[in-house]
C-alpha cells in the first residue's frame, strides 16, 4: 500500500475522445507528479504541482491539461490524443517539490490510443 | 544539466548469483542519490537512498556506496532472489531541481 491511487488503472481510447485520470494521494503530501512512462523514454516528468500550484511544466503538448483542485487529487485531462502518447501515466506525490524528498508513486495507468 | 546513467538491460541472472547494477552521474552541485524499483505492474517505490559522499545507502540486501570520486551509485546484492525481478531506476536530486531519473534496468532472477 503505497498510499496513492490511480484511477482507471486501464484505459482505451479513440483519436477523438476525451477522457481524465484520476489520481488521489493519503499520505497529506504537498507536491503531486505526473509521469509517462514508455518504451522509448523510460521516466518523463509531465508536471509538478506544489501546494496546487503548478511548478514545472517540461514541454508536454497541449492536448494533457492537468488540474489540481486541492493537494491530495490530481488529474490528467485527455483529448486528441495520438497513438504514440499510449504509455503508462504514473502519479506520485511527495512532502514538498524541490527538497529531495522520497516520491511516492501510484500503480499507473495504462493508456493505449487506437 | 544532471544525469544518470545505467547500464542495458535486461540483466538476467540465476537464484542466489551476485548482483551488480552500474549508476554514474553527472551534476553540478552535490546531489543524493537514490535507487528506486518497480515491480511488475506495479508503481515505483525507494528502495535505498545516499545523502552525502561514502554514505552507503541498504535495504532488503541491496546495498549502494556514494562514489563522489568516481560519479558512481552502483547498487549490488550478495544472493539474488526470484522475488527481485523488476526494473532498478537510479536517480539523483540536485537542489533546486527536480528528481533526475535513469533509463532504468530490468532485471530477470530465474530458478
Known amino acids: 500500500e503505497t498510499g496513492v491511487t490511480q484511477t482507471p488503472r486501464h484505459l482505451v481510447m479513440g483519436m477523438t475522445n476525451k477522457k481524465s485520470l484520476k489520481c488521489e494521494q493519503h499520505?497529506?503530501?504537498?507536491?503531486m507528479y505526473w509521469y509517462k512512462q514508455s518504451a522509448k523514454k523510460p521516466l518523463e516528468l509531465m508536471f509538478v504541482?506544489?501546494?496546487?500550484?503548478?511548478?514545472e511544466n517540461n514541454s508536454v503538448p497541449s492536448r494533457f491539461s492537468p488540474e489540481c483542485p486541492n493537494s491530495s487529487h490530481l488529474f490528467l485531462h485527455l483529448h486528441t490524443l495520438q497513438p504514440e502518447d499510449s504509455a503508462l501515466y504514473l502519479c506520485?506525490?511527495?512532502?514538498?517539490?524541490?527538497?529531495?524528498?522520497?516520491?511516492?508513486f501510484g500503480p499507473g495507468t495504462r493508456l493505449t490510443v487506437l | 544539466g544532471n544525469s544518470v546513467t545505467q547500464m542495458e538491460g535486461p540483466v538476467t541472472l540465476s537464484e542466489e548469483a551476485f548482483l551488480t547494477i552500474n549508476c554514474t552521474y553527472t551534476?553540478?552541485?552535490?546531489?543524493?542519490l537514490f535507487w528506486y524499483v518497480q515491480y511488475p505492474g506495479e508503481g515505483l517505490q525507494l528502495l535505498l537512498k545516499?545523502?552525502?559522499?561514502?554514505d552507503k545507502g541498504s535495504n532488503k540486501g541491496f546495498e549502494a556506496t556514494y562514489r563522489k570520486e568516481t560519479t558512481s551509485f552502483h547498487l549490488e546484492k550478495g544472493s539474488v532472489q526470484v522475488s527481485d525481478s523488476a526494473v532498478y531506476f537510479c536517480?539523483?536530486?540536485?537542489?533546486?531541481?527536480?528528481?533526475?531519473f535513469g533509463g532504468g534496468t530490468r532485471l530477470m532472477v530465474k530458478p
Open positions: 536517480a539523483l536530486f540536485d537542489a533546486g531541481n527536480m528528481l533526475t
Open positions: 551534476a553540478t552541485g552535490y546531489p543524493s
Open positions: 545516499a545523502t552525502k559522499a561514502d
Open positions: 499520505l497529506g503530501h504537498n507536491a
Open positions: 506520485a506525490s511527495s512532502q514538498d517539490a524541490l527538497a529531495g524528498d522520497t516520491q511516492y
Open positions: 504541482y506544489s501546494l496546487e500550484e503548478r511548478v
